[in-house]
């Protein structure tokens, strides 16, 4: 168990109403990720965090903001949220020493987003 | 088209049988992760390969990393029920970035019992 917690764990919004996604740590981990799993496109990250108030950009990060104000709080906001946007977010940290290379991910349980 | 491909796409067995699930980059490999996904669940890590010919396993999974051909195969002896869910491979990103993974679109594996 790598006390991951995403919440909610399921969600359904209309078009255009803003979405916030929580990612929770216990353990106060530097790097943390936000990912999406869509069929026949697998897992794309979206967002990724090195530590507070440090983020960065992933392959899919239009329509997507994060925020990171405490090490354990991971947060993925959909601004205006689309049907487009219907999907599986994971969170994902790195658990020091993250093996060899030091970037072995553990994941949360996900959160199913519908938009209607 | 994907960085990392993997093959089959799916795949059903019938238990007992043996089964191997192979990931192709198109670069080369740094690092490459298995990870395992139960239907509606989280990704749980499998096991990591880092050097080429190094070969890992856990319980009945054995993982092997050849790096000229830039593949990874998974072989799963003895096939269970419990074995069946979606297989990712995850490889050390290819821009340079070593704390970023990129992924297979994943390989679905169902047993028949």
């Known amino acids: 168990d790598a006390g991951i917690t995403q919440s909610p764990r399921h969600k359904v919004t209309e078009t255009g109403t803003p979405v916030t996604l929580r990612c929770h740590q216990t353990?106060?981990?530097?790097?943390m990720y936000w990912y999406r799993q869509d069929p026949g496109h697998g897992l794309r990250l979206i967002h990724y965090?090195?530590?507070?108030?440090?983020?960065d950009k992933g392959e899919v990060s239009d329509g997507y903001s994060v925020s990171r104000s405490k090490t354990e709080d991971f947060l993925l906001t959909l601004e205006s949220a689309t049907s487009s946007q219907t999907s599986v977010y994971f969170c994902?940290?790195?658990?020091?020493?993250?093996?060899?290379?030091?970037?072995?991910?553990?994941f949360g349980p996900g959160t199913r987003l519908t938009v209607t | 088209s994907q960085e990392l491909e993997q093959s089959p796409q799916s795949l059903i067995v019938q238990e007992g049988k043996n089964l191997t699930i192979n990931c192709t980059s198109s670069?080369?490999?740094?690092?490459l992760y298995w990870y395992k996904q139960k239907y509606g669940e989280g990704l749980i890590f499998l096991m990591m390969?880092?050097?080429g010919g190094e070969e890992k396993s856990h319980e009945k999974i054995t993982a092997k990393l050849d790096e000229k051909k830039q593949q990874s195969s998974l072989h799963i002896t003895a096939s269970q029920p419990s074995h069946a869910g979606i297989y990712l491979c995850?490889?050390?990103?290819?821009?340079?970035?070593?704390?970023?993974?990129?992924w297979g679109l994943g390989t679905s594996l169902a047993v028949n019992p």
């Open positions: 994902a940290i790195i658990i020091p020493p993250g093996g060899p290379l030091g970037n072995e991910q553990y």
């Open positions: 353990e106060n981990h530097r790097y």
């Open positions: 965090s090195y530590g507070v108030k440090d983020t």
């Open positions: 670069k080369t490999l740094y690092g």
């Open positions: 390969l880092q050097k």
């Open positions: 995850g490889a050390v990103g290819f821009g340079g970035n070593n704390r970023k993974l990129i």
